[in-house]
């Protein structure tokens, strides 16, 4: 392993190729050792009160509004206020930053693509820096891409407007290290983006824009605030050029939104319901309350009332402010089969049109297929308007912390023991493969989705619940469930396929993170240990 260290106190593990020269620049090195060096002790702090946090709840206390903080709460105050290009939201495309991907996204019949480092990206070194360089293309207009056919992609006229996920505070970037440490994995993607985009992306007429996932506190967004405004300093910029969405995607998170909004109150343009990691936390941050357990994961909609719940709140919260409150992601693959397509379709409008009534101001779409679908029902309930800051719901009655505990009723049935099975390990495979983003059973699953997946299996084993049948759920049948869904696994991929992949590896990590007595809190940090 190559080691070398450009002029500061940042070592990285791997040779420069042209690549890495073309993002690792001497000033944008610099740059990032300076966020680096200034900001990392902090994180540290943050993610050590998230343990102290989450310590306090497995010994049986609840998450709940902080009185502390209720000041912040019952004041009349607003947001800084929201650039032009960011004030029609109404539908918003993800995906990773992979090149082609990058051009379809901002081609789709969609206002915004959120890039992503994050969830739908598996973080090797070679697609973290390949990102960096197809994002500073696409902000330049120049990116292009010619797939092995000879077919050419390219940016129409008016793209999409950009925001880049940086990945949360939890995740490393290993092949960086700081005082022997790996580095936050967010500052690498924050400074590179920023560094190389800020002054063509206000030239174009729009700004350094950022999706800031798995926040679980106010300090946490405070500390991202302190990054934002070092930086505009640094770079003599008016504060409040940089800004950010947040994602509302843990179960603490939803406590403190008004908090949040806050301490970011230059920087902040909106809120958004990630439920899929919103699910996942609900199950993570409640592991030890054998009373919350959710069900099914196919049964756990945005009806069920503590959903339901959050979603109300979110909007009512960032509307008060002046800030968007961004609806959730629509994870369906439109289908070739014209009658399966239908059912999909239907089931997005279905879903888009509770968001769009709730009084969202827009949503996520994970394929630029359902575009179409998703853009005519928002259109329809927005009319000429740009967005509903003006929907209040100050009708509403006053959302209970009990509200957004509520356990959630359904069944555990082998079948969706066993889908979760299959889900995570060829999630995993993918993952570890160097896929962060995969279609399955015609749903695309990111990191929050196979999350869910693994983590509900490992509730029902630590509290020794019995499926629907009257089996309980020990690791004895999960694992008898596993080697027979291995093989299901291999007849639906195919021998070479699976042969050629990790499926031996990932169910082994599927083996380990499910049946371990101490939930880990992300499968993505085993799985980094298996990425290049």
Same mark, same amino acid.
């Given at each position: 392993?190559?080691?070398?260290?450009?002029?500061?106190?940042?070592?990285?593990?791997?040779?420069?190729?042209?690549?890495?020269?073309?993002?690792?620049?001497?000033?944008?090195?610099?740059?990032?050792?300076?966020?680096?060096?200034?900001?990392?002790?902090?994180?540290?702090?943050?993610?050590?009160?998230?343990?102290?946090?989450?310590?306090?709840?497995?010994?049986?206390?609840?998450?709940?509004?902080?009185?502390?903080?209720?000041?912040?709460?019952?004041?009349?105050?607003?947001?800084?206020?929201?650039?032009?290009?960011?004030?029609?939201?109404?539908?918003?495309?993800?995906?990773?930053?992979?090149?082609?991907?990058?051009?379809?996204?901002?081609?789709?019949?969609?206002?915004?693509?959120?890039?992503?480092?994050?969830?739908?990206?598996?973080?090797?070194?070679?697609?973290?820096?390949?990102?960096?360089?197809?994002?500073?293309?696409?902000?330049?207009?120049?990116?292009?891409?010619?797939?092995?056919?000879?077919?050419?992609?390219?940016?129409?006229?008016?793209?999409?407007?950009?925001?880049?996920?940086?990945?949360?505070?939890?995740?490393?970037? %290993?092949?960086?290290? /700081?005082?022997?440490? *790996?580095?936050? #994995?967010?500052? $690498?993607? !924050?400074?590179?983006?920023? +560094?190389?985009?800020?002054?063509?992306?206000?030239?174009?007429?729009?700004?350094?824009?950022?999706?800031?996932? %798995?926040?679980?506190? /106010?300090?946490?967004? *405070?500390?991202? #605030?302190?990054? $934002?405004? !070092?930086?505009?300093?640094? +770079?003599?910029?008016?504060?409040?050029?940089?800004?950010?969405?947040?994602?509302?995607?843990?179960?603490?998170?939803?406590?403190?939104?008004?908090?949040?909004?806050?301490?970011?109150?230059?920087?902040?343009?909106?809120?958004?319901?990630?439920?899929?990691?919103?699910?996942?936390?609900?199950?993570?941050?409640?592991?030890?309350?054998?009373?919350?357990?959710?069900?099914?994961?196919?049964?756990?909609?945005?009806?069920?009332?503590?959903?339901?719940?959050?979603?109300?709140?979110?909007?009512?919260?960032?509307?008060?402010?002046?800030?968007?409150?961004?609806?959730?992601?629509?994870?369906?693959?439109?289908?070739?089969?014209?009658?399966?397509?239908?059912?999909?379709?239907?089931?997005?409008?279905?879903?888009?049109?509770?968001?769009?009534?709730?009084?969202?101001?827009?949503?996520?779409?994970?394929?630029?297929?359902?575009?179409?679908?998703?853009?005519?029902?928002?259109?329809?309930?927005?009319?000429?308007?740009?967005?509903?800051?003006?929907?209040?719901?100050?009708?509403?009655?006053?959302?209970?912390?009990?509200?957004?505990?509520?356990?959630?009723?359904?069944?555990?049935?082998?079948?969706?023991?066993?889908?979760?099975?299959?889900?995570?390990?060829?999630?995993?495979?993918?993952?570890?493969?160097?896929?962060?983003?995969?279609?399955?059973?015609?749903?695309?699953?990111?990191?929050?989705?196979?999350?869910?997946?693994?983590?509900?299996?490992?509730?029902?084993?630590?509290?020794?619940?019995?499926?629907?049948?009257?089996?309980?759920?020990?690791?004895?049948?999960?694992?008898?469930?596993?080697?027979?869904?291995?093989?299901?696994?291999?007849?639906?991929?195919?021998?070479?396929?699976?042969?050629?992949?990790?499926?031996?590896?990932?169910?082994?990590?599927?083996?380990?993170?499910?049946?371990?007595?101490?939930?880990?809190?992300?499968?993505?940090?085993?799985?980094?240990?298996?990425?290049?």
């Amino acid at each position: 392993m190559t080691q070398q260290t450009v002029g500061t106190e940042l070592t990285f593990t791997q040779g420069f190729t042209a690549a890495e020269r073309q993002v690792l620049t001497d000033d944008a090195v610099e740059f990032l050792a300076e966020l680096v060096g200034k900001f990392t002790p902090r994180r540290n702090e943050l993610l050590a009160a998230r343990a102290s946090a989450q310590h306090k709840i497995d010994q049986g206390a609840l998450p709940d509004f902080i009185s502390e903080t209720a000041s912040i709460r019952d004041s009349e105050w607003k947001i800084r206020g929201i650039p032009q290009d960011l004030r029609d939201r109404r539908v918003e495309i993800t995906g990773p930053v992979e090149r082609k991907m990058v051009i379809n996204a901002l081609n789709a019949n969609v206002k915004v693509f959120m890039a992503d480092f994050e969830d739908s990206l598996a973080p090797s070194w070679d697609k973290v820096i390949e990102g960096q360089i197809n994002l500073h293309d696409a902000v330049n207009g120049t990116i292009s891409y010619t797939n092995e056919a000879g077919k050419i992609y390219q940016l129409k006229p008016n793209p999409a407007v950009l925001i880049a996920r940086v990945r949360g505070l939890h995740l490393p970037e %290993k092949h960086v290290l /700081w005082r022997g440490e *790996a580095i936050p #994995g967010g500052l $690498f993607d !924050f400074a590179l983006y920023f +560094f190389h985009n800020y002054r063509q992306l206000l030239a174009n007429g729009s700004g350094p824009y950022f999706y800031l996932p %798995k926040t679980q506190s /106010w300090q946490e967004a *405070a500390w991202w #605030g302190d990054v $934002f405004s !070092f930086t505009e300093d640094r +770079f003599d910029l008016p504060r409040g050029t940089i800004k950010a969405t947040v994602l509302i995607e843990t179960l603490p998170a939803v406590f403190q939104m008004d908090e949040i909004l806050y301490h970011l109150r230059d920087h902040i343009v909106g809120l958004n319901c990630g439920r899929w990691d919103y699910i996942f936390s609900y199950i993570k941050t409640l592991k030890n309350h054998g009373d919350r357990v959710l069900p099914d994961r196919q049964s756990v909609t945005m009806e069920k009332s503590f959903l339901s719940a959050y979603s109300r709140l979110l909007i009512r919260t960032c509307h008060k402010r002046g800030a968007f409150a961004m609806g959730g992601m629509a994870a369906f693959i439109p289908s070739k089969d014209a009658e399966k397509n239908a059912w999909v379709l239907n089931k997005v409008r279905a879903d888009k049109e509770l968001e769009a009534n709730n009084g969202h101001d827009g949503t996520w779409v994970a394929h630029p297929g359902l575009a179409d679908t998703v853009m005519e029902v928002f259109s329809g309930v927005l009319g000429n308007r740009q967005n509903q800051l003006e929907v209040l719901r100050e009708s509403d009655a006053p959302i209970s912390a009990a509200q957004l505990l509520e356990p959630c009723e359904g069944e555990r049935s082998e079948a969706g023991m066993r889908a979760n099975i299959r889900v995570a390990v060829q999630y995993i495979e993918a993952w570890i493969s160097g896929n962060g983003c995969v279609p399955i059973y015609g749903l695309m699953e990111d990191a929050a989705t196979a999350e869910i997946s693994r983590t509900s299996i490992w509730q029902w084993i630590h509290h020794e619940k019995s499926l629907s049948d009257g089996r309980p759920v020990t690791k004895a049948l999960f694992r008898q469930m596993l080697q027979e869904e291995m093989l299901v696994v291999r007849e639906e991929v195919g021998e070479a396929r699976f042969n050629a992949g990790r499926f031996e590896e990932a169910a082994r990590l599927m083996e380990r993170i499910t049946t371990q007595d101490e939930l880990i809190d992300f499968l993505t940090l085993p799985g980094y240990e298996l990425l290049a």
